[in-house]
């Protein structure tokens, strides 16, 4: 079965950087958008980064020009490259992808588990 998992998480400094990975398995055909979302107990789950199966990738306000969606296509991984972190950027990251298991089988929207990203000092 299709798994995705997220790692990289942990404690950081304001104004630090961190890298979390996105590894997707299982039975894959091709996967179209990947997504990171973060959720915290006081907001509801918001879309981080979105980037779409030819590289075109937007993001939400509150990260424009700080952070950096990519994919890896051969490794079957989205990357998320957070740099000059803020407190109120701790959160659940988790990633989000749209992909097909066979090259006839419908769209499935596939979660991991999340990552815990803590952003204090």
């Known amino acids: 079965q299709v798994q995705l998992v997220e790692s990289g998480g942990g404690l950081v400094q304001p104004g630090g950087s961190l890298r979390l990975p996105c590894a997707a398995s299982g039975s894959i055909f091709s996967i179209n958008n990947m997504a990171w979302y973060r959720q915290t107990t006081e907001k509801q789950r918001e879309a981080v980064a979105v980037?779409?199966?030819?590289?075109?990738?937007r993001y939400s306000e509150s990260v424009k020009g700080r952070f950096t969606i990519s994919r890896d296509d051969a490794k079957k991984t989205v990357f998320l490259q957070m740099n000059s972190l803020k407190p109120e950027d701790t959160a659940v990251y988790s990633c989000?992808?749209?992909?097909?298991?066979?090259?006839?089988?419908?769209?499935?929207?596939?979660w991991g588990q999340g990552t815990q990203v803590t952003v204090s000092s």
């Open positions: 989000n992808a749209a992909l097909r298991t066979t090259r006839w089988a419908m769209i499935t929207t596939c």
């Open positions: 980037i779409t199966s030819d590289g075109s990738t």
